[in-house]
């Protein structure tokens, strides 16, 4: 029997035509022309997606599985969204809402190379939550984003990000910036024996950020954020194959548009392709999201996967310290804080805000 991926639809539909809805989504999802015009029966039979049920979740809204042929997917990642999602994306009516992946699928793909575990012994930090915050805003020159890394680190942060809109601008060139943070990170180790971690975006063409991360590795960094949706996830996933000795941030720019499921896309699909750490928006902060998507986020990312490496959550997006207790109550011990405005916010007293912010996460008492 060939191997298939399940797909998982929310299809909002009248009950009447919910039946058709579905069998159109599996033909457009496979072959995307008439059944009847298809002579061979080995295609009939393998490659033309499936029905597999349909159940009403009510108010209009019914789950939709669809098998798909695994083998209609090769090796590309690009690919695999394409089947599971490329034209049927187009519909305003429909959300990829999970996908069942078979495992030597999710085992061709490789996943993160580093993972929560990789980044605990990579950083020697146990049985608490990172810390990160990030550079911003976009417009300040590598002397001014360094003096800025400058404050976090003294305030004793794990990982300290660009802003996702930071690139290789004019006024802040990519080798610039990253050999001013770097350098800076490393005096501030000297002088308090603790060295934040930099993670400099990685943007452009798939050639350009090989360059960026071979330059970023001249200045001895190990750790660098990508935009997959922007990247594109089969450049994502070659970067990641390319680089297997350095860790990957995932950043949800751009995913808002694919009406995917955010527990598919950051809990299986970022990590199959290779993110050590996926980037949310947490509830409360300036995004929609619900609690109970950010627990499906944190749990599918973390959950055992075909032997894959857990990926770290990183809830973010207008959080503060004063959530920092609420935020680990929720998330539990294997989880990322990033807090960035809300301590940029601090301005002259940004080291000692910074500095409560760590210690909140290191004194907290997680329930066992």
């Known amino acids: 029997m060939p191997s298939r991926i399940t797909a998982i639809y929310h299809v909002r539909s009248d009950a009447r035509a919910i039946g058709a809805r579905a069998q159109a989504i599996a033909v457009e999802q496979s072959v995307e022309m008439p059944l009847t015009a298809i002579a061979d029966q080995d295609i009939l039979d393998e490659i033309v997606g499936r029905v597999e049920d349909i159940s009403d979740i009510g108010n209009g809204v019914f789950a939709v599985r669809i098998g798909l042929a695994a083998a209609t997917v090769g090796d590309d990642p690009g690919q695999l969204i394409n089947m599971l999602f ?3 994306s187009l519909q305003e009516d429909v959300t990829l ?3 069942e992946f078979p495992e030597e699928l999710v085992r061709r793909f490789g996943g993160p190379h580093h993972g ?4 605990r012994q990579r950083t020697g ?5 990172f810390t990160c915050t990030a550079l911003k805003p976009q417009g300040l020159a590598p002397k001014q984003l360094a003096e800025l890394a400058a404050h976090f680190a003294r305030g004793g942060i794990d990982f300290i990000k660009d802003d996702h809109g930071i690139a ?6 990519f080798e610039a910036r990253v050999n001013a943070v770097a350098d800076t990170l490393r005096e501030v180790a000297e002088e308090t024996g603790h060295l934040a971690h930099y993670v400099p975006s990685v943007t452009g063409t798939a050639r350009a950020a090989q360059n960026y991360i071979a330059q970023a590795r001249n200045a001895r960094l ?8 922007i990247m594109g996830l089969s450049n994502f996933r070659d970067l990641v194959d390319g680089n297997s000795s350095v860790n990957f941030f995932a950043h949800p720019a751009l995913a808002g548009a694919s009406h ?3 527990a598919l896309l950051f809990g299986k699909i970022f990590r199959m392709f290779g993110a050590d750490t996926v980037i949310f928006p947490n509830h409360g902060g300036r995004f929609g999201y619900s609690p109970p998507t950010c627990r499906r986020i944190a749990e599918t990312a973390l959950a055992p996967w075909h032997g894959r490496a857990a990926t770290i959550p990183v809830p973010a997006g207008g959080m503060s310290i004063d959530r920092v207790g609420e935020m680990l109550d929720f998330y539990g011990a294997d989880v990322m804080l990033l807090i960035g405005g809300a301590l940029l916010d601090a301005g002259e007293r940004l080291t000692e805000e910074t500095a409560a912010f760590v210690r909140k996460v290191r004194d907290y008492r997680y329930a066992h």
Request: aromatic letters at 12%.
């Open 86 to 88: 490329g034209n049927t």
């Open 97 to 99: 809402y999970d996908a």
């Open 116 to 119: 929560l575990a990789g980044f």
């Open 125 to 129: 930090i146990k049985g608490r939550a």
């Open 168 to 173: 290789d601008q004019d006024y802040s060139p």
């Open 222 to 229: 190990n750790t660098f954020m990508v935009q997959p949706m």
């Open 260 to 262: 995917i499921d955010p």
